[in-house]
């Protein structure tokens, strides 16, 4: 019976290393299967805003900074205005949130990062979102101050060429949620259902700032 | 006890029905296709979309191989594909409407990219749109434009 419990024992054990190796392998993402993916998912679940450096400018040409938004919850998504399905779909979703959120909201801020800053202008911007909630700010600028931005996300974007001289854009898609302390709380995916993603929005607006 | 359990479902049942007319629906062999509907633009700038609803109720498969406006100079079947949290959007060489199935042409899925657009999509109008499938032929229908806001056909897809 001792040795039996021993064994067994032992082999939790040595699964339990086994497991704390792989853990440790993935965190770091040295799995050969990872790649660069992880270094971006890693760098998306630390996100801070309060350690960020990025720059941009409204869709009303306001210069913003990350530390204008510690004290308040804030609802981040990049995206772009030329983009036919999946940025009307998550402005939409987003709409509809806030609309469930009620009075809530109003502790809530939520913005658009362009991926495409040459097309994208704040007088673009301001134009493509006067047709959705008007609680949603865009945010753009010069390519390089684009790019810092969403690597301080750790955000991926693709420019992808589609010939006639026309080009789209790959971009990471999930909707981030932060706490009024700046630290990321939760992401929303996009196809996620509401019922899911007002809670995870709740539960940020909870956090103290 | 059972009647107002049996009212209560059939006032279920044609609650949504009196919300929504029924889409048009253009049927051509063993397909029936319906709900095409696009969103409104703002200028000609930037691609519009395509959304529709394809049955197929015969037996044998088919597919949906490419689309043909007049409003557009250059449209394309697309799907967008989520990988590691990206969202792509490749281009769909050919989109399989298999025997007794329904297939969806719809948000976040696959999708028609009306790219080079000859004018700027008015919300309340609409454009026709040509299918081309494998084995059916072509198939034209009336597409409708709906508000930017649009998250789906403004008509009921008959069963």
């Not at chain 1, 308040?72 to 036919?84: E, I, M, R």
């Not at chain 1, 706490?179 to 940020?204: C, F, M, T, W, Y």
Request: hydrophobic share 40%.
């Amino acid at each position: 019976m001792r040795r039996r419990t021993l064994i067994l024992g032992g082999a939790g054990l040595l699964a339990a290393f086994g497991f704390m190796l792989t853990l440790g392998a993935w965190q770091s993402g040295d799995l050969p299967w990872q790649e660069e993916t992880t270094t971006s998912a890693a760098r998306i679940r630390a996100a801070d805003l309060s350690a960020m450096t990025w720059q941009l400018t409204s869709h009303e040409g306001e210069h913003v900074e990350p530390q204008d938004w510690l004290g308040q919850a804030n609802l981040v998504f990049f995206g772009f205005t030329w983009c036919p399905d999946v940025c009307p779909m998550t402005l939409l979703n987003i709409s509809d949130w806030l609309e469930e959120l009620g009075p809530d909201a109003d502790r809530l801020a939520v913005h658009l990062f362009t991926v495409d800053p040459e097309r994208d202008t704040p007088e673009v911007l301001a134009d493509y979102l006067s047709n959705f909630d008007p609680r949603i700010t865009g945010l753009t600028g010069t390519p390089a101050e684009v790019a810092r931005a969403a690597e301080e996300f750790g955000v991926t974007y693709r420019r992808v060429p589609r010939g006639n001289g026309e080009y789209t854009l790959d971009h990471t898609s999930g909707v981030f949620v932060f706490g009024p302390d700046g630290r990321l709380s939760r992401i929303i995916d996009l196809h996620e259902n509401p019922q899911a993603a007002v809670p995870k929005i709740r539960q940020a607006l909870k956090q103290e700032g | 006890m059972m009647k107002p359990l049996i009212a209560g479902l059939g006032l279920a049942t044609l609650l949504p029905a009196l919300a929504l007319a029924d889409c048009a629906k253009v049927s051509q062999g063993d397909l029936s296709v319906s709900a095409a509907w696009s969103r409104a633009t703002i200028g000609t700038a930037r691609p519009a979309v395509f959304y529709v609803t394809i049955q197929n109720t015969g037996s044998t498969d088919d597919r949906l191989t490419g689309i043909e406006t007049p409003v557009a100079g250059m449209p394309m079947l697309h799907e967008t594909v989520m990988t590691e949290g990206v969202a792509s959007m490749p281009h769909a060489a050919a989109i399989d409407i298999p025997a007794g199935e329904t297939i969806s042409l719809a948000p976040g899925g696959f999708h028609g990219m009306l790219m080079d657009l000859e004018a700027e999509l008015k919300e309340g109008e609409s454009f026709p749109m040509t299918l081309q499938f494998e084995k059916a032929g072509k198939v034209s229908i009336d597409t409708e434009i709906l508000p930017i806001r649009a998250r789906e056909a403004a008509c009921g897809v008959a069963p």
